[in-house]
């Protein structure tokens, strides 16, 4: 069974940090390229954030750039891999639902489109 399960979020203040992980399990996830979106209240999901199988690829849109970090870690099986988003300096128009995504293709390319697995998502709220 594929999960993708999300935690981490929660309420904080404007310039606070949080970090968000993701368990992937079900598939060979360690092989496959990952990302956060975010889904904010009347607006479209956004790209925040992909990474590589590896992790020697990482993209990240303009608005979280140098403020936010992905990262990854994969079982040595490659059966299951946590995904994690390191978030700095927050403001309020981060508030938004986080989901985290999975993709077959192990090097996300620009523009990052859709993937084929998602979790949930966490709701994360930026205070002013």
């Known amino acids: 069974q594929v999960q993708l399960v999300e935690s981490g979020g929660g309420l904080v203040q404007a310039g606070g940090s949080l970090r968000l992980s993701c368990a992937a399990s079900g598939r060979a996830f360690g092989s496959y390229a990952m990302g956060w979106f975010r889904q904010a209240p009347g607006k479209e999901r956004e790209f925040v954030a992909a990474i590589s199988w590896s992790g020697g690829t990482r993209y990240y849109a303009d608005s979280v750039k140098g403020r936010f970090t992905i990262s990854r870690d994969n079982a040595r099986d490659n059966a299951n891999s946590t995904l994690y988003l390191k978030m700095n300096s927050l403001k309020p128009e981060d508030t938004a639902v986080y989901y985290c995504?999975?993709?077959?293709?192990?090097?996300?390319?620009?523009?990052?489109?859709?993937?084929?697995?998602w979790g949930k998502g966490t709701l994360v709220t930026v205070s002013s």
């Open positions: 995504a999975a993709d077959p293709r192990p090097v996300p390319t620009m523009p990052v489109g859709d993937m084929d697995y």
